[in-house]
């Protein structure tokens, strides 16, 4: 199913509609502030090991990372020290990925790479789906540097692609094709491991 949601004013029936869902553990690929990502309720474990599954993501090896609201709960899932909650607060929402311990509150796959990617999208659509869903979206791109680069900015043609992989396309409008900067926050001297579309502030 391809259903367009306006980033201005995202439509509540249709929010609702993906929402479902994602409640009962369905996939669906969204827009984000950097590229298209494909997501899963983050505490849907099966829902998880799905995506790892189909992204050739390898759970032990790899972080994997989860779309929160805001940074009201971001430690309820992983573990902030002060400064790094400063230093997110001064670049959120934006285009980060924040590597961070997981606290207890995530299911077991997050826990064997004992850290956890966080991102809070500068994205009204996502952030709202967050929101009604109640739980973060466990989150990875779809973006593949190897492709034609439309296929992974058109809605229209990431449905075609991945139509009888997922339960929905979320189209929210063309997509970039810039990741995001990704920052070690495991310790305090906060490392950029790549430079993406996000200016970090320190």
């Given amino acids: 199913m391809l259903i367009k949601i306006y980033d201005e004013n995202p439509n509540q029936r249709e929010l609702n509609k993906v929402v479902d869902v994602l409640r009962d553990g369905g996939l669906v690929i969204y827009p984000t502030d950097t590229v298209y990502a494909m997501g899963c309720d983050a505490m ?15 759970p032990q090896k790899s972080n994997l990372s989860i779309i929160c609201y805001d940074l009201s709960n971001i430690s309820e899932y992983a573990k902030v020290s002060n400064a790094a909650f400063k230093m997110m607060r ?9 590597i961070l311990p997981t606290s207890s509150e995530l299911p077991k796959i997050y826990k064997n790479k004992k850290e956890v990617g966080i991102r809070v999208p500068d994205n009204n ?10 739980n973060p979206i466990m ?4 973006h593949d540097d190897d492709e034609v680069i ?17 339960d929905i396309v979320v189209d929210g409008g063309y997509g ?20 993406g579309k996000g200016e970090l502030i320190l």
């Fill in 150 to 166: 439309e296929y992974t900015t058109d809605p229209e043609l990431i449905f075609e692609k991945y139509e009888d992989k997922v």
């Fill in 44 to 58: 849907n474990v099966r829902a998880v090991e799905k995506i790892c599954q189909l992204k050739g993501i390898n």
């Fill in 125 to 134: 659509i996502i952030r709202q789906l967050v929101r009604e869903l109640g």
């Fill in 176 to 195: 970039g094709t810039e990741a995001s900067t990704i920052v070690n926050c495991t310790t305090d001297d906060f490392e950029i491991i790549r430079q």
């Fill in 90 to 98: 001064k670049n959120l929402p934006g285009a980060f990925t924040f």
């Fill in 139 to 142: 989150t990875t791109s779809i």
